[in-house]
C-alpha cells in the first residue's frame, strides 16, 4: 500500500529553527508537495520538490531524498503565525496526489 | 470571484436527506478534486475531474457523485446522507492534472445527524 508518515505533533520556540520530516513509500514518485494548513482554513501551497535537493524560499526551505524516501520542511527565524498543520504530499505513479496526515507545529514564545 | 469558492460553508443535515456541495472556479483551471479531511487522517480524495466533461472516482468515492458539465463548475452529491459523511469538504483546482500545484477553495463543514 501507499504510505506517507509524518509526526503528528511537535513543538518549537519562536525565534528558534524546526525541521519537520516526511517518509514515503508509494507507488511511484513524481514529485513532493509541502502545505500549511491553519486551523479552520483550506491548506496553501509551500513548496515542490521532485529533484534531490534543498529548495529554498525565504524562511521556508524543503529537502528531498528520492533514493531514502525522505523530505523535510525546514522552519528559520519561527514567527507565532507559523503555528500550524503541515501537510506532505507525493504524486504517484498514476499522477494522484497521497497526502499524509499532517503535522501540527505549536510555537511557544 | 477570485479562485475557488464553495457553498454551503457549513451544513447541518438530516441523516437520508440529499445534499449537493457547490465548487466554483474561475482560474480557468482544467482539473478539480473533492477531498474530505477528517481529524488524524489527513486529506482524502473522493472524486476527480481531469478536464470538463470526464469525472474519476477517488480512495473514498461511496455515497458521493460529481459531475462536470463545464471548466469551472464541479458539484459534489450526498445522495442518502449518513451520520459518517461528517467531514470538513475540500473543493481544489489544478492548471492540469498530474503535477501541477493544486489550489483549495475554503471548504464546507458538513454534520449530518
Known amino acids: 500500500g501507499q504510505n506517507i508518515d509524518q509526526p503528528t505533533e511537535m513543538t518549537a520556540t519562536e525565534g528558534a529553527i524546526v525541521q519537520i520530516n516526511c517518509t514515503y513509500q508509494?507507488?511511484?514518485?513524481?514529485?513532493l508537495f509541502w502545505y500549511q494548513q491553519h486551523a479552520g482554513e483550506a491548506p496553501t501551497f509551500l513548496s515542490y520538490?521532485?529533484l534531490d535537493g534543498l529548495e529554498e524560499k525565504g524562511r521556508f526551505s524543503s529537502f528531498l531524498s528520492r533514493s531514502k524516501g525522505y523530505s523535510y520542511l525546514l522552519l528559520k527565524e519561527l514567527q507565532m503565525k507559523d503555528s500550524a498543520s503541515y501537510l506532505c504530499?507525493?504524486?504517484?505513479?498514476?499522477?494522484?496526489?497521497?497526502w499524509g496526515a499532517g503535522t501540527k507545529l505549536i510555537i511557544k514564545p | 470571484i477570485a479562485g475557488i469558492t464553495q457553498a454551503p460553508t457549513s451544513q447541518i443535515l438530516a441523516a437520508g436527506r440529499r445534499m449537493t456541495l457547490r465548487c466554483t472556479q474561475d482560474?480557468?483551471?482544467?482539473?478539480m478534486y473533492w477531498y474530505r479531511q477528517d481529524l488524524g487522517l489527513g486529506l482524502r480524495l473522493i472524486h476527480y475531474?481531469?478536464?470538463?466533461?470526464?469525472?474519476g472516482k477517488g480512495e473514498v468515492p461511496d455515497g458521493y457523485s460529481v459531475s462536470r458539465a463545464n471548466t469551472d463548475d464541479f458539484p459534489l452529491t450526498l445522495a442518502s446522507a449518513v451520520p459518517s459523511q461528517t467531514s470538513v469538504y475540500f473543493c481544489?483546482?489544478?492548471?492540469?492534472?498530474?503535477?501541477?500545484?493544486?489550489?483549495f477553495g475554503p471548504g464546507t463543514r458538513l454534520l449530518v445527524l
Open positions: 475531474s481531469n478536464t470538463a466533461g470526464t469525472t
Open positions: 482560474m480557468r483551471h482544467n482539473a
Open positions: 508509494t507507488s511511484g514518485f513524481n514529485g
Open positions: 520538490n521532485v
Open positions: 481544489a483546482s489544478s492548471a492540469i492534472a498530474g503535477e501541477e500545484t493544486q489550489y
Open positions: 504530499a507525493v504524486i504517484d505513479s498514476n499522477y494522484q496526489l497521497i
